[in-house]
């Protein structure tokens, strides 16, 4: 019985390895749901046919716009994107060979696109190709997303020097998406907040990023620092470059209603006594009708030193409900 069992699994894996081998001989685009199938019955994605390609090599030497998503859907299994054939070439060389290197899908995305959504430990020398190869920097996707978009809302270890090269190389520090959202504004949402994520953010700013350009919700990036609870050392910085620390959102919140709604948050006092210093309007209603003291009394934060903060620099105690 056990050998039974056994032939069927030996004869099933010798089946589906020449199916994957003749799909890498026959990639098309009507094959894609074929290779679906394959690998959702654990066919090798990176097998080799005798000139040592991979299925990536195959996809690549034909590329057109409808090879994004089958690309992106073997990257996204574990594809070996550095795999070489007999000429030791990896799929990217043969993309720059054989392809327009500003090749859009139906999204009006490039390869820098991809790779800047995909991002792994050869991101960065694989943009650095690509560029090298011609690839536009500030190409834009359908919602007006550059590659520097993706990169600033990755987690690579990298970050900073990817934005240091693409800087140097022309790229656009304050481009806007459909959301009217800039490069800082994906910074300030990176879940990485770590001391390499605030030095990126310095080193924009240092560029000419601009720190008060408003998205279509109304909100800078002192919004978003005081609502995804970023440190007082980030809050400070925003504020010493001019951001505007009484700006409202579209729905009539400045900083000091982030940072009241804001729970369990160490700092918070000591924020909010600074953003009083410079500037902050503490009877600031929001659409809501309430002020920041109201959220502050609300949370209760500090045993309410936050009220008293508030208090102390003139809120009114009977006009926050």
Do not use: W
């Amino acid at each position: 019985m056990q050998n039974k069992k056994q032939k069927k699994k030996t004869l099933f894996t010798f089946n589906l390895t020449s199916i994957t081998s003749f799909a890498l001989q026959n990639i098309n685009e009507n094959s894609f749901e074929i290779i679906k199938f394959l690998v959702s019955k654990k066919a090798d994605i990176n097998a080799k046919n005798e000139n040592q390609e991979t299925i990536l090599h195959l996809i690549c030497k034909n590329i057109n716009q409808n090879s994004f998503e089958i690309i992106q859907f073997f990257i996204e299994k574990g594809a070996d994107i550095n795999a070489k054939n007999n000429y030791k070439e990896t799929p990217l060389h043969l993309i720059c060979q054989r392809a327009d290197i500003n090749i859009e899908n139906y999204y009006k995305e490039t390869p820098l696109h991809l790779i800047g959504k995909n991002p792994n430990q050869n991101s960065f020398e694989i943009i650095q190709f690509l560029v090298s190869k011609g690839a536009d920097i500030n190409a834009k996707n359908n919602y007006k997303e550059t590659l520097f978009h993706f990169i600033c809302q990755s987690q690579n270890e990298n970050l900073l020097e990817i934005i240091k090269y693409l800087v140097s190389k022309g790229a656009d520090i304050n481009a806007k998406n459909n959301y009217k959202e800039t490069l800082l504004h994906f910074l300030f949402v990176n879940p990485n907040k770590n001391e390499n994520l605030f030095e990126a953010i310095k080193y924009l700013v240092s560029k000419g990023a601009d720190i008060n350009v408003k998205n279509k919700d109304q909100e800078t990036v002192l919004h978003y620092a005081c609502d995804e609870k970023y440190p007082f050392e980030v809050i400070k910085f925003l504020v010493s470059k001019g951001s505007n620390a009484n700006a409202t959102t579209i729905n009539n919140e400045n900083a000091l209603h982030l940072i009241c709604q804001n729970e369990n948050k160490s700092d918070s006092i000591e924020i909010i006594q600074f953003l009083i210093e410079n500037g902050a309007d503490v009877d600031t209603k929001n659409n809501k009708n309430k002020t920041p003291l109201y959220y502050a009394i609300r949370n209760d934060q500090k045993e309410k030193v936050a009220q008293f903060l508030l208090l102390m620099n003139n809120a009114n105690p009977f006009d926050f409900y």
